[in-house]
């Protein structure tokens, strides 16, 4: 139950092994996400074909664990914004939510454009340009009706329009949680074609997150009360991969119905990478996922960029999705983008302009102790 606190109002800190576990799940979740953007190079659908081994693969970790991933990436974001709020007031935040959500989304979007007129010229390809209409030109860098050139970006849009209602979820999860979970649940199901955010679920999840630190619910309690939802999980993934063995589509199904088994995967899933989180930071794997977080927004604005532009010419060498070798494709070009963003940080790291367009003004990753590093309650997440 919703815990509340006479003002003056503050929530506890975070504990070291939540701060390590937030921050591996930031770095998987991204990781997890960029499968979602290696371009299949084929117009048709590729759930349309018989689900064959690579088949099940690709719809696993695209469509189950890629896409899903947002949901946690919106709780986090969403528990650590609440200390913000507290100690810093809302005027602030949303201050420094333009610079590290809204700076970013417009200068990576106009790099995707300056890349895209180079690219036409070369080619004389004009293909993915921004419509050269007032509405366009918004899409194209703020993503207010469609998705924007980087197509992952269209979070960062969303996450700042969580953060500017944000004040008001705080007083309503203060007041009566269930009320205002009930808004956003109708929210969820009924608000997709209202404009105010691409992708309303997010808001459902901010609000959780949020719920999540006024609660003060324990790591460990809250780790207890999450292991049933794997139960969940495996019958959603079950749900999930029989409707792709059958070719059903999804995109078709009753409106309705798609967004609750959505948002039923996408729940479970997020119990489920955070009860992930907790194995792997007993092991190697966690410290290295820790140690990679401070690149992990670089990686996640970027990958897309990479996976445009060095898929036309992976692509030539392994063929579109269906061929023999676009597997090999399918799994390098992440591995790919994840280099890139180590170099690339390391690059513009000398320039502070670049720093502060590009990556939030952050730079290259100082040597504090991994909790530290988990902290950073600005760092943006998800996809399309």
């Given at each position: 139950m919703l815990q509340t606190h006479p003002a003056p109002y503050a929530v506890p800190p975070v504990s070291n092994s939540m701060s390590q576990r937030v921050a591996i799940a930031r770095t998987l979740c991204i990781a997890f996400m960029t499968f979602v953007h290696v371009q299949p190079g084929i117009a048709e659908n590729v759930y349309d074909r018989e689900a064959g081994f690579f088949?099940?693969?690709?719809?696993?970790?695209?469509?189950?664990?890629?896409?899903?991933?947002?949901?946690?990436?919106?709780?986090?974001?969403?528990?650590?914004?609440?200390?913000?709020?507290?100690?810093?007031?809302?005027?602030?935040?949303?201050?420094?939510?333009l610079r590290t959500l809204v700076v970013p989304l417009v200068s990576w979007?106009?790099?995707?454009?300056?890349?895209?007129?180079?690219?036409?010229?070369?080619?004389?390809?004009?293909?993915?340009?921004?419509?050269?209409?007032?509405?366009?030109?918004?899409?194209?860098?703020?993503?207010?009706?469609?998705?924007?050139?980087?197509?992952?970006?269209?979070?960062?849009?969303?996450?700042f329009v969580c953060c500017l209602v944000s004040?008001?979820?705080?007083?309503?999860?203060?007041?009566?949680?269930?009320?205002?979970?009930?808004?956003?649940?109708?929210?969820?199901?009924?608000?997709?074609?209202?404009?105010?955010?691409?992708?309303?679920?997010?808001?459902?999840?901010?609000?959780?997150?949020?719920?999540?630190?006024?609660?003060?619910?324990?790591?460990?309690?809250?780790?207890?009360?999450?292991?049933p939802f794997l139960a969940g999980l495996a019958i959603m993934v079950a749900i999930f991969l029989a409707l792709r063995i059958e070719r059903v589509s999804i995109g078709e199904m009753n409106e309705t119905l798609r967004i609750v088994l959505d948002t039923l995967l996408r729940v479970s899933m997020a119990a489920g990478c955070w009860l992930l989180t907790g194995v792997l930071r007993r092991s190697r794997f966690g410290s290295l996922l820790i140690r990679f977080e401070p690149y992990a927004f670089f990686l996640f604005c970027s990958h897309a960029i990479v996976f445009v532009f060095g898929g036309i010419l992976l692509r030539r060498v392994f063929g579109n999705y269906g061929s023999e070798l676009y597997p090999v494709s399918f799994f390098i070009q992440p591995v790919i983008a994840v280099v890139a963003a180590i170099v690339g940080l390391h690059l513009i790291s000398r320039f502070a302009a670049l720093t502060f367009f590009l990556n939030a003004s952050k730079g290259l990753p100082v040597a504090t102790p991994p909790s530290s590093a988990a902290n950073r309650n600005s760092l943006p997440q998800q996809t399309r």
């Open positions: 088949d099940i693969v690709y719809f696993v970790l695209t469509r189950l664990i890629g896409l899903s991933s947002v949901s946690l990436l919106g709780i986090v974001s969403g528990y650590f914004i609440v200390s913000s709020l507290v100690k810093a007031g809302p005027a602030r935040v949303l201050a420094a939510k979007n106009a790099l995707m454009l300056a890349l895209l007129v180079a690219y036409g010229v070369l080619s004389d390809n004009w293909r993915d340009m921004l419509q050269a209409t007032p509405l366009g030109i918004a899409n194209a860098f703020l993503a207010l009706t469609e998705w924007p050139l980087v197509v992952p970006l269209w979070f960062l849009r969303d996450l004040p008001l979820l705080l007083l309503g999860l203060r007041r009566s949680a269930p009320a205002v979970f009930v808004v956003l649940v109708a929210y969820t199901l009924f608000g997709t074609d209202w404009y105010l955010m691409q992708r309303p679920q997010l808001l459902l999840f901010f609000a959780i997150g949020m719920w999540l630190r006024l609660a003060d619910i324990g790591e460990w309690p809250l780790d207890r009360v999450l292991r």
